[in-house]
T-cell receptor, first 109, second 112 residues
Framework: DAKTTQPTSMDCAEGRAANLPCNHS???????VYWYRQIHSQGPQYIIH???NNETNEMASLIITEDRKSSTLILPHATLRDTAVYYC??????????FGKGTRLSVIA | DVKVTQSSRYLVKRTGEKVFLECVQD?????MFWYRQDPGLGLRLIYF???????EKGDIPEGYSVSREKKERFSLILESASTNQTSMYLC???????????FGPGTRLTVL
């Protein structure tokens, strides 16, 4: 699996958009970009994934650059409940995921 | 509502005991995974299974074994628990050809 690089931590004001970056410059053509988050003392939760095109669901939007070397997860209106560690993972369809250290997002009132 | 359940939220065992951690999913998923999570080390994959009676080693299988006799159940076994196996253990499952993993709530195991 391709290695991903994320900032260690970020802050975001409540109600504002949270933009979480991820670099995956060695991503292969068959690898998807997955985003998960983990709220304290809970198991990780799937958020969204994509291959080439931008994706949106009820939780977030995923913007993938044209060269696929980086992506951004966007939480459009962050709330205090979005405070969590966010993991960006590059993996082919059925291979086990490798979770890195992630980005600790703090949403501040 | 889809669900992955783990047998215990908290467990305390003594060194040398045999420990069974059970995971059950009700989504008819083919793939199941066991991770452990430790501060500063993140989630690390112990074992996984793509089918009944099938198992594959993950990144840190030493000291662990697994059993998958039925599709919905994946058990993690510590043959002789040691203090360095004190950790949070997380089970997950996915459908075939898919990496949308559903995680259980975790079991916090303490080995004294």
């Amino acid at each position: 699996d391709a290695k991903t690089t994320q900032p260690t931590s970020m802050d975001c004001a409540e109600g504002r958009a949270a933009n979480l970056p991820c670099n995956h410059s060695t991503i292969s053509g068959n690898e998807y970009v997955y985003w998960y988050r983990q709220i304290h003392s809970q198991g990780p939760q799937y958020i969204i994934h994509g291959l080439k095109n931008n994706e949106t669901n009820e939780m977030a939007s995923l913007i993938i650059t044209e060269d696929r070397k980086s992506s951004t997860l966007i939480l459009p209106h962050a709330t205090l409940r979005d405070t969590a560690v966010y993991y960006c993972i590059a993996a082919a369809g059925n291979t086990p995921l490798v979770f890195g250290k992630g980005t600790r997002l703090s949403v501040i009132a | 509502d889809v669900k992955v359940t783990q047998s215990s939220r908290y467990l305390v065992k003594r060194t040398g005991e045999k420990v069974f951690l059970e995971c059950v999913q009700d989504m008819d998923h083919e793939n199941m995974f066991w991770y452990r999570q430790d501060p500063g080390l993140g989630l690390r994959l112990i074992y996984f299974s793509y089918d009944v009676k099938m198992k594959e080693k993950g990144d840190i299988p030493e000291g662990y074994s697994v059993s998958r006799e039925k599709k919905e159940r994946f058990s993690l076994i510590l043959e002789s628990a040691s203090t360095n196996q004190t950790s949070m253990y997380l089970c997950a499952s996915t459908a075939e050809e898919n990496n949308e993993q559903f995680f259980g709530p975790g079991t916090r195991l303490t080995v004294l």
